[in-house]
């Protein structure tokens, strides 16, 4: 046995290895006695702790008595939501507690699946960081970094569990690196399962704290529930007993209408601040239809639903909606009341911000939803009942009156005792749709009313339009709609009866559609606060059927009359492709139908204010024929008087001549109309939609103005497409010349401004670039890192013919190898876990474009073969599809990889090479473009300028030197990054100096800035072939060294002048 050698130190006694040993055995069991005792004692500290606060405060003091640390944190997991939050914080001791973060990092949620937070998982007991190390990893917490700034240098993270599961995280930070020793690491290990014991019991104790409040409150809100009899008693219990509780703001209440197709407010919260608003009317009153993507989402499930309000499109949103929005709700829960399938009531919670409404809410809600469903079908029932009552006597009254009616006459009496009963002040009108089906008229109105007011006798003969914002909603509505009058003035609704109801002091007006299967008829409109629904439906009912039949014999008649020769002019103007095709179209129909000649139409110019002359009939005007060539061949202003008037109205307008002239009236179409001897012209606006197209002149005593209406409808559509197809062509023949022209400037201009460089070693990229940009030929651009590969695959991009479309990149490399095929060829909806959606991938996304394969060396093989179908057949398959897809696309591929080598190596498929190396573009090296180095430097630094504010104007000839010397093993990437960096530091307005890295693989050669690259390359292959004894080719020889063929060597050498004489030696 070998003697055990010990260590002496001069002046001690010697002490041998097992003395040594023992001393450590007495240390250990000296550390494992005190972490004993300091287990005990802040055993029996926790389990005294009864307030959620107390918790980290006994536990911080009584372990700074020992250790030094900053401050400690628990937080706790939330496995459903798969975060984790802070729970207990100790801000008394925080050095962070005014950093301007601190309010966001102790409300925030953090996620389980940062690899920071994994790591701590995976480890059973305490895990050490030093911040530094950890806080810019990507996925790191944002709290490290905030804790850094505040001093902070190391965290020690322990998972606190409960029968195996982590349900947290104790946090302590220290201010200096290594601060946590291992004693104090097994300290917290023990201690941890009584924290996590503690955190558990005060979590439960806050339950059950927060169940039996509750309980109260359920047991409260039942109680008062059962004395319920109206509505506003209802809502009021509601709002009293659990707005504290949940958080709500506000509530409201909704039915559904009898079709099950609509619901409206049926109760607002009395707090509700939208009642401030103008439009709170519309809010409790319009109808909303239950596919509104809220109430029949709702409707669908079982619990309450909760919606972020933000998130919600505002214009497609219904009108309560918006209202509540506007008002300052950001977050709503809507629980369906129902039974036995019943979805007729709702209840709707509102909140100012999101999150609000958690779990608790919705299980708080979903329990007193039988409870509620129950009380208000109770007091709607009792209001059914009632109401139901009356007005089936009212329907039987006024339906023996109404089986009476032969005439108007007889309907304005029956209709005017009917109303009289439900109010006698009540006002009220029934407009009728006209034959123009596009403007409505008095039909039957109260009399005796305002008699003596000459705005409303006007309004009694007045046509109105029925699309105005307010009757072809109520056409279109299926129920009575309650108007607001000033809400719909502030609209911006112009309509004379809105100020005419104002001035007469109505304030709500109730519109009442009158139609009979799908006939519209007109409108019933009362002048009334509240809506009977099924009411005025059975009284609208029998109104419809009595104009219908008093209506029926003169409609069809005139029907009649007209629909023949409509819809035969209908299908002639349908084949109107041309000018004269319509010229021959209008003058068979006004021959064959109102037996007269078209005079003239003028259609409005481009510039807006001119008419001309666009068809005329030219023998019409036999006697005044040269008049007439004159008055055709003169342009006029649209703010021509008679032009004017058909231009601003929507009817025809008749013109008498004599009146005219009476009027000093006298030029232009007026004295030629006499000179003819015309006594009456009609002028008709030719417009499509609200904008006027020109004008349509006939010249006689009668005429149809219904007829010719419709016919001036189709010819103004008519006109507008030849219009609009004449432009079309007129600008697709300019777009073709120009783009001829363009192409013609692209042949002989090249444009690389985004490119720095003008060396000879880049002239030849340019050159490649022109000559391969206006194929669609594959393009592999080759070249170390950094030297813009991807900027020259933007200047080939640019100048092809694809340019107008946008080029798609996908960088090979930056994606993991299970999703680059989903990137580059999409993938259906379920083709893999998480493909919740369809999704086209990049090629299908650069079709008629070009495709940038950057990285294309780091591609897995399994994705090659895939990606060499799509370049050779054009076509793919998206990731569980079965549809082939045709795709047009441009492939520029690009890496720093020698291909070849790769394929030598089995990594890069052969055939996937060749294929892509149809047009190979080798980018230089920047040690090789000598000369642009200066260029690129001063580019960089008038761009860093510009970013930082700087104000360098120039770089020193030392720097220029220097930078000239460096080797540049990172290119032009590596300038870039140098001059940006040297910029920030400099303090001056010149670069003085340049922080070039001094490691060996960078070694600068003084002097090499002032010889030429040809130079460098002699000296270079001298000194291989001096070092291989002069061999050119075979193994050893420096063709090999060098990586070229013997024959590309010798010309070289032949080129660059190297003779035997320089490489062997004497």
Avoid at 349 to 377: C, H, P, W
Avoid at 534 to 558: D, H, K, T, V, W
């Amino acid at each position: 046995m070998k003697e055990m050698k010990s260590v002496t130190t001069t002046g001690q006694p010697k002490m041998g290895v097992g003395e040594s040993n023992i001393t450590v055995f007495d240390q250990r069991i000296k550390s494992l006695e005190r972490e004993r005792k300091i287990l005990l004692a802040l055993g029996d500290d926790i389990t005294k702790v009864r307030e959620k606060n107390d918790l980290i405060t006994l536990f911080s003091l009584r372990l700074k008595e020992l250790f030094s640390f900053s401050h400690t944190i628990i937080t706790l997991i939330d496995h459903e939501a798969q975060v984790y939050t802070p729970f207990l914080l100790d801000p008394a001791s925080s050095p962070i507690k005014n950093h301007p973060a601190y309010p966001s990092l102790v409300a925030a949620h953090y996620p389980l699946d940062e690899p920071f937070i994994r790591q701590v998982m995976a480890n059973d007991g305490p895990s050490a960081f030093i911040l530094e190390d950890v806080m810019n990893v990507p996925g790191s917490p944002p709290f490290l970094k905030v804790n850094y700034e505040g001093g902070v240098r190391e965290i020690l993270m322990t998972p606190l569990k409960s029968k195996e599961q982590v349900i947290g995280f104790l946090h302590m930070y220290v201010s200096n690196i290594n601060g946590f020793t291992d004693e104090f690491k097994s300290i917290i290990k023990g201690i941890a399962p009584q924290i996590s014991s503690a955190v558990i019991n005060i979590i439960r104790n806050e339950e059950i704290s927060r169940e039996e409040s509750l309980n109260e409150v359920l047991l409260s809100l039942s109680t008062e529930m059962v004395k319920v009899r109206d509505r506003q008693a209802m809502l009021k219990v509601i709002c009293s007993n659990l707005r504290e509780v949940l958080g709500f703001s506000h509530s409201m209440m909704t039915v559904m209408d009898e079709s099950e197709e609509n619901y409206k407010a049926y109760l607002i919260d009395a707090e509700a601040r939208l009642r401030e608003l103008t439009d709170f009317g519309d809010a409790l009153n319009i109808p909303t239809p239950v596919e509104d993507g809220i109430y029949d989402i709702a409707s669908l499930y079982y619990k309450p639903l909760v919606f972020n309000m933000e998130s919600f499109d505002a214009d497609r949103a219904p009108l309560w909606f918006r209202l509540h929005y506007e008002a300052g709700a950001r977050e709503m829960m809507v629980k369906i009341l129902g039974d036995n399938g019943s979805s007729k009531y709702s209840l709707v919670l509102f909140a100012d911000k999101v999150g609000t409404f958690g779990r608790e809410a919705v299980s708080i809600i979903q329990r007193i939803s039988g409870q509620l469903f129950t009380a208000v079908s109770n007091i709607s029932a009792n209001e059914e009942i009632l109401k139901r009552e009356n007005e089936k006597s009212f329907l039987l009254d006024f339906s023996s009156d109404i089986a009476t009616v032969r005439s108007k006459e007889d309907l304005s009496d029956v209709v005017r005792k009917c109303l009289k009963k439900l109010n006698p002040q009540l006002g009220y009108a029934i407009r009728k749709i006209n034959d123009d089906l596009s403007t409505m008229t008095a039909y039957i109105y109260q009399a005796n009313i305002a008699d003596d007011d000459e705005d409303l006798q006007e309004m009694r003969v007045a046509k109105f339009p029925i699309e105005d914002g307010l009757q072809n909603r109520v056409l279109n509505s299926e129920i009575p709609l309650l108007v607001s009058v000033n809400m719909e003035i502030s609209r911006g609704n112009t309509a004379k009866y809105l100020y005419l109801w104002k001035k007469m002091g109505f304030k709500t007006m109730v519109g009442t559609p009158l139609r009979t299967g799908d006939v519209k008829l007109g409108i019933l409109w009362l002048g009334i606060e509240e809506i009977n629904i099924p009411l005025l439906q059975g009284i609208c009912a029998q109104i419809s059927i009595a104009m219908y039949n008093i209506m029926a014999n003169e409609e069809l008649l005139r029907r009649e009359r007209e629909q023949s020769f409509l819809v035969e002019f209908s299908h002639d103007i349908a084949a109107v492709r041309t000018k004269d095709e319509l010229k021959q179209a209008i003058s068979d129909v006004l021959q064959k139908v109102l037996n007269i000649k078209l005079a003239m139409i003028r259609i409005i110019e481009d510039d807006g204010v001119t008419l001309s002359s666009y068809m005329y009939d030219e023998s019409m005007f036999e006697k005044v024929n040269s008049t007439f060539k004159m008055q055709a061949s003169m342009n006029i202003d649209i703010n021509e008087p008679l032009s004017a008037r058909v231009l601003n109205s929507d009817e025809v307008v008749i013109f008498n001549v004599e009146e005219e002239i009476q009027q000093g009236n006298s030029g232009g179409y007026v004295q030629f109309w006499k000179e003819a001897g015309v006594k009456n012209a009609f002028g008709a606006p030719l417009r499509v939609g609200n904008v006027n197209l020109g004008t349509l002149w006939l010249l006689i005593d009668e005429i149809n103005l219904t007829i010719l209406k419709g016919i001036c409808a189709q010819i103004s559509i008519a006109i507008s497409n030849i219009r609009a197809n004449e432009k079309v062509l007129a600008y697709k023949q300019k777009l073709e010349m120009e783009n001829d022209y363009l192409r013609e400037q692209i042949k002989t201009i090249y444009n690389f401004s985004e490119i720095v460089g003008s060396g000879a070693q880049m002239q030849k990229v340019y050159r490649l670039i022109s000559r391969v940009a206006e194929s669609d030929s594959t393009v592999l651009l080759l070249g170390e890192t950094g030297t813009g590969k991807e900027l020259i695959a933007r200047a080939i991009h640019n100048t092809s013919p694809r340019k107008s479309k946008l080029m798609v990149k996908v960088n090979c490399a930056a994606l993991p190898a299970h999703l680059i095929e989903s990137e580059l060829f999409g993938h259906e909806k379920g083709a893999f876990t998480g493909a919740i959606d369809r999704r086209i991938g990049k090629f299908e996304l650069a079709n008629n474009s070009t495709l940038f394969l950057d990285e294309i060396g780091e591609m897995p093989l399994e994705l090659q073969v895939k990606l060499l179908r799509v370049l050779q057949e054009r076509e793919l398959e998206r990731l569980g599809g079965r549809t082939t897809i045709k795709v047009d696309v441009r492939v520029i591929a690009a890496t720093n990889r020698n291909l070849e080598a790769e394929v030598q190596a089995g990594r890069f498929r052969s055939d996937l090479f060749y294929r892509l190396n149809v047009f190979p573009i080798n980018l230089p090296p920047l040690r090789e473009r000598h000369e642009d180095i200066e260029p690129l430097a001063n580019f960089f630094v008038a761009k860093f300028n510009k970013n930082t504010g700087k104000k360098v104007n120039g770089i020193s000839l030392k720097v220029m030197q220097e930078l000239k010397s460096y080797q540049w093993p990172g290119n032009v990437r590596e300038l870039e990054h140098l001059i940006e960096r040297s910029i920030l530091l400099c303090e001056g307005n010149t670069l003085k100096e340049i922080h070039l890295p001094r490691h060996e693989d960078n070694k600068q050669t003084p002097g090499v800035y002032n010889v030429t690259l040809e130079q460098i390359e002699r000296v270079y292959i001298i000194d291989v072939l001096k070092r291989c004894s002069g061999k050119i080719s075979g193994t050893g020889g420096a063709a090999e060294i060098l990586e070229v063929p013997g024959t590309t060597l010798h010309s070289k050498m032949k080129k660059l002048g190297i003779s035997k004489a320089d490489y062997f030696m004497k």
